[in-house]
């Protein structure tokens, strides 16, 4: 179990700037999420992919935020024009799931971005 | 709106002590609670709880769901300054039959353990 892994680990942009993360999950998981985390808080939901499709998008995710997940293995999060209250750590999430049966979810060590 | 509220916020303890770290919640259609621990990097899961009055242990470490008044118990025993760390209480709903791993998380509870 080589874990869900994610990259870059720190990101540091300027404002206005497209930035794009890339999300690994451990293989035999069919479902990944993304979720955010700023300084003090817990994480908070994004985006959900069951195999390719994606499922559920949080009001969280502006039209400046898009996920794919190709083939239904690997994810990219691309943020368009940041903006400086984009800096947060963006973690990504994998489990096995089917109907109502899903595994915990298992976090990647996240994308630390930084907007200037 | 789903909602999980975590005491202490922190907890500053000396290696040997107990704690009990606390999450209430109030969630639509509520499927499971989930316990992580969060050190500088990645959550790392603990314990999934989702029947009320089972105890899950592992280690020193044991958790407790009560779904009748809404709230879950994380205690860890005999600390070492290895337990400081963020813990994250989340729970899980379910939508239609279907449970998809939509997790609505704490502020989380910032545990110092002092040697």
């Known amino acids: 179990d080589t874990g869900v892994s994610q990259n870059p680990r720190h990101k540091i942009t300027k404002r206005g700037q497209n930035v794009t993360f890339r999300c690994d999950p451990i293989s035999e998981h069919n479902r990944l999420y993304w979720y955010r985390q700023t300084l003090g808080q817990g994480p908070e939901f994004l985006t959900y992919?069951?195999?390719?499709?994606?499922?559920?998008k949080s009001r969280l995710l502006s039209d400046r935020f898009s996920a794919e997940r190709p083939k239904g293995s690997f994810s990219t999060l691309e943020i368009q024009r940041t903006e400086q209250g984009d800096s947060a750590m963006y973690l990504c999430a994998s489990s096995q799931g089917q109907g109502f049966y899903n595994s915990p979810l298992h976090f990647g060590n996240g994308t630390r971005l930084t907007v200037t | 709106e789903d909602k999980v509220v975590q005491s202490p916020l922190s907890l500053v303890v000396h290696e040997g002590d107990t704690v009990t770290l606390n999450c209430s919640y109030e969630v639509t259609n509520f499927r499971s609670l989930l316990w992580y621990k969060q050190e500088k990097k990645a959550p790392t899961f603990l314990f999934m709880l989702?029947?009320?009055?089972i105890e899950k242990k592992s280690g020193r470490l044991s958790s407790i769901l009560d779904k009748k008044e809404l709230f879950s118990i994380l205690n860890i025993t005999a600390t070492q300054t290895g337990d400081s760390a963020i813990y994250l209480c989340?729970?899980?709903?379910?939508?239609?039959?279907?449970?998809?791993?939509?997790?609505?998380f704490g502020q989380g509870t910032i545990l110092t353990v002092h040697p």
């Open positions: 992919f069951q195999n390719e499709a994606q499922l559920e």
């Open positions: 989340a729970v899980e709903a379910s939508a239609g039959g279907t449970s998809y791993g939509k997790l609505t």
């Open positions: 989702t029947s009320s009055g």
